[in-house]
């Protein structure tokens, strides 16, 4: 089979490497197709320090060769595509509502857990074959990963591994970064602290301010600023023991893997934002509130310092919560998703064949 993945945002990568390796491993071609309008220089370094097939472009999707092609965004054109389609969603479940329209455009929806499957079920059950339910291809490489890769992360970076470890993965917007200490890594001396800006922070000008908070942090030898090229979040929430963020969607992922976050509910805003709050809370996905009991809500700097040094003595807390929350969102979490996922594409290209064969 010849199948490609198409990548519109660096973050896709985690989701999609699992199953293009479960894919290599039953001898099938793959391809990743990189969008040239991201950072195309960024897009190129994974794509090669992965050792992938790629090209460059949304015109090789109508490649009449192709088997089937992985989206994870909502991608209107895929239905015009001559290849079998399959779409993923790029953040968890619980993220948003306003894709399942898409079912519309794909062959292959894939639901992660029995939330999703119901909801979109429910709302278009004349497409309802299209759905599988087979869990987070992402978790497959936390659930997989090794005490050896966790050794050479810890060392490349120079820290102690016998330290609990706290991950502070803000969003770009609205995002906490400029309302965090100028000493936070003082707070924790005993621990170790991964910070993983968004690529947009490192992308964008606009959030420059959170590149001058990141200098004074990278200044503490317990800290470390990872760089861009650290494109995959994967090893860090494998690695930490405690999450800080904001309104990423990183921190129900987090959550799913029965490990405490704390989620900064105080923001530094655009002057538009204070003259209308109204947009703010447009922009805040509110599909979202129900979950929030999973998380510890910080309305303050103090109380996300407090909080974080409470999850770390005691984090099992919330941990009934959490675990009833991963199961209707995620499903199953055991590394087998991408294992799933290629049975189903290839039942479903077994069952295509056979209809146009007739």
């Given at each position: 089979m010849n199948i490609y993945f198409y990548v519109a945002y660096p973050y896709y990568f985690p989701h999609f490497l699992p199953i293009s390796k479960v894919l290599k491993a039953h001898g099938h071609r793959v391809t990743y197709a990189l969008s040239t309008k991201q950072n195309s220089g960024n897009m190129e370094f994974i794509a090669k320090s992965?050792?992938?097939?790629?090209?460059?472009?949304?015109?090789?999707?109508?490649?009449?060769?192709?088997?089937?092609?992985?989206?994870?965004?909502?991608?209107?054109?895929?239905?015009?595509?001559?290849?079998?389609?399959?779409?993923?969603?790029?953040?968890?479940?619980?993220?948003?509502?306003?894709?399942?329209?898409?079912?519309?455009?794909?062959?292959?929806?894939?639901?992660?857990?029995?939330?999703?499957?119901?909801?979109?079920?429910?709302?278009?059950?004349?497409?309802?074959?299209?759905?599988?339910?087979?869990?987070?291809?992402?978790?497959?490489?936390?659930?997989?990963?090794?005490?050896?890769?966790?050794?050479?992360?810890?060392?490349?970076?120079?820290?102690?591994?016998?330290?609990?470890?706290?991950?502070?993965?803000?969003?770009?917007?609205?995002?906490?970064?400029?309302?965090?200490?100028?000493?936070?890594?003082?707070?924790?001396?005993?621990?170790?602290?991964?910070?993983?800006?968004?690529?947009?922070?490192?992308?964008?000008?606009?959030?420059?301010?959170?590149?001058?908070?990141?200098?004074?942090?990278?200044?503490?030898?317990?800290?470390?600023?990872?760089?861009?090229?650290?494109?995959?979040?994967?090893?860090?929430?494998?690695?930490?023991?405690?999450?800080?963020?904001?309104?990423?969607?990183?921190?129900?992922?987090?959550?799913?893997?029965?490990k405490p976050v704390i989620s900064n509910q105080y923001f530094k805003l655009r002057w538009s934002y204070y003259l209308m709050p109204w947009k703010l809370t447009k922009r805040i996905d509110q599909s979202k509130a129900k979950y929030r009991t999973i998380l510890d809500i910080a309305n303050s700097y103090k109380e996300t310092i407090e909080q974080t040094k409470e999850a770390l003595k005691n984090p099992s807390k919330l941990e009934s919560k959490r675990l009833e929350f991963a199961k209707d969102i995620c499903g199953e979490i055991d590394g087998k998703v991408s294992e799933r996922i290629y049975e189903v594409l290839m039942e479903r290209l077994k069952i295509t064949r056979r209809k146009n064969d007739l």
């Open positions: 992965n050792q992938l097939n790629y090209i460059f472009g949304e015109e090789a999707l109508t490649n009449k060769t192709i088997d089937a092609i992985f989206f994870a965004n909502p991608y209107k054109k895929a239905q015009e595509l001559p290849s079998m389609s399959i779409f993923l969603e790029h953040g968890i479940g619980a993220k948003s509502t306003s894709f399942f329209s898409t079912i519309e455009y794909f062959d292959i929806y894939i639901a992660e857990g029995k939330q999703k499957y119901d909801r979109v079920r429910d709302l278009y059950p004349q497409h309802e074959h299209k759905l599988a339910k087979v869990g987070f291809s992402k978790f497959d490489e936390i659930v997989n990963f090794t005490e050896e890769q966790k050794d050479s992360l810890f060392e490349k970076y120079g820290l102690d591994k016998n330290r609990k470890t706290i991950l502070y993965a803000p969003t770009f917007f609205p995002s906490s970064i400029e309302k965090m200490a100028d000493d936070f890594p003082n707070e924790f001396k005993e621990y170790n602290i991964w910070v993983k800006p968004h690529y947009l922070t490192y992308e964008r000008k606009r959030y420059k301010n959170h590149l001058k908070k990141f200098k004074i942090w990278e200044k503490y030898e317990n800290c470390t600023i990872l760089p861009l090229n650290e494109y995959n979040l994967v090893p860090f929430l494998a690695t930490s023991d405690v999450m800080i963020s904001d309104e990423s969607s990183a921190m129900f992922e987090f959550a799913s893997l029965n």
